[in-house]
């Protein structure tokens, strides 16, 4: 791996993880930032796992910083490559998803919020479909009771009360046990401090897992007063191989952290459900 020689310490750095995606859908994502009209000081990279000379010529022609690691590295790795690729340091790490378009006022409310709340590790804000429907990006930490009950719950389209409904439907910031990947704000030293993302995943359940190690450092927050839109596509419903990562991927987390007994899980969870109820009283 090169590192890249650049001088001073920097605001924020932009990781992109892709396989396989268009250079245009890449360009949409990177033209929303527009992180140049604000004082952040920025670093993008795209990190590429298939490798394609079309996406390294256009971030070449636009001047942002391209990887192909020599191999598929999957999500977390890849984002622990970027980690890793300059030779200077950052503040905050924007993981963020070839699908999700983030403005710059919003990135400038979430660093802000984070320049203010020294106890927070890990942050995302709302996450809105197309349509602009709130998406269901807060979760508990998971059994594999609640696991399957939501798979068949989706397989079926089934709707049912969901308690994690009242995170994402918060419209103040709150404390969540996790939330989805898509576009997570890390506090680079306590990414460090855990070592990034567990490189034993390789797709899906990395986030989850993010949210449980860096949650003893300080809080998951989920940040309602900003938002980026999420082309949100589910594939590991619609495609078996998906499936297969996913359904690997829960196996190794459970396997990692408990299968029944997880007394911390529940301890986080409890700890989360109390935060939302005293919202809640707060509100109404």
């Known amino acids: 791996m090169n590192l890249l020689s650049l001088e001073a310490s ?24 527009k992180l140049h ?5 920025f670093d993008i990279l795209v990190i590429d796992n298939m490798g394609s000379s079309d996406l390294s010529d256009f971030c070449k022609s636009i001047d942002i910083f391209y990887a192909f690691p020599g191999k598929n590295l ?25 699908d999700v378009f983030i403005g710059p006022d919003a990135i400038q409310h979430v660093l802000q919020f984070l320049n203010n ?9 709302k996450l809105l479909n197309l349509d602009g429907s709130i998406q269901n990006i807060c979760r508990f930490l998971p059994s594999p009771i609640n696991l399957l009950k939501r798979f068949f719950l989706k397989i079926f389209s089934l709707n049912y009360y969901n308690e994690e409904d009242n995170f994402n439907l918060s419209n103040k910031p709150i404390s969540v046990p996790s939330m989805h990947g898509a576009c997570f704000f890390v506090r680079v030293d ?10 034993s995943y390789f797709l899906y359940v990395e986030d989850i897992d993010l949210c449980r190690e860096i949650s003893a450092l300080g809080d998951i927050i989920y940040l309602p007063t900003c938002s980026a839109i999420h082309k949100h596509a589910q594939g590991s419903y619609k495609n078996f191989n998906l499936f297969k990562y996913h359904l690997k991927s829960f196996i190794y ?23 939302l109820k005293n919202l809640l009283n707060t509100d109404s």
Do not use: C, M, Q
């Open 117 to 125: 709340n020294s106890h927070v590790s890990l942050i995302s804000p």
């Open 190 to 199: 306590h990414f460090n401090k855990i070592n990034g993302f567990d490189d």
């Open 10 to 33: 920097k605001d924020l750095l932009i990781s992109i993880v892709s396989y396989g995606t268009n250079k245009n859908d890449i360009s949409d994502v990177i033209s929303i930032l």
């Open 253 to 275: 987390y459970f396997f990692k952290w408990g299968l029944f007994f997880d007394n911390h899980r529940s301890n986080i969870n409890k700890k989360a459900t109390l935060g």
């Open 37 to 41: 009209e604000t004082e952040i000081s």
């Open 74 to 98: 999957g999500f977390g790795s890849g984002h622990n490559f970027a980690s890793k690729y300059f030779n200077h340091s950052f503040k905050y790490h924007l993981i963020l998803n070839p």
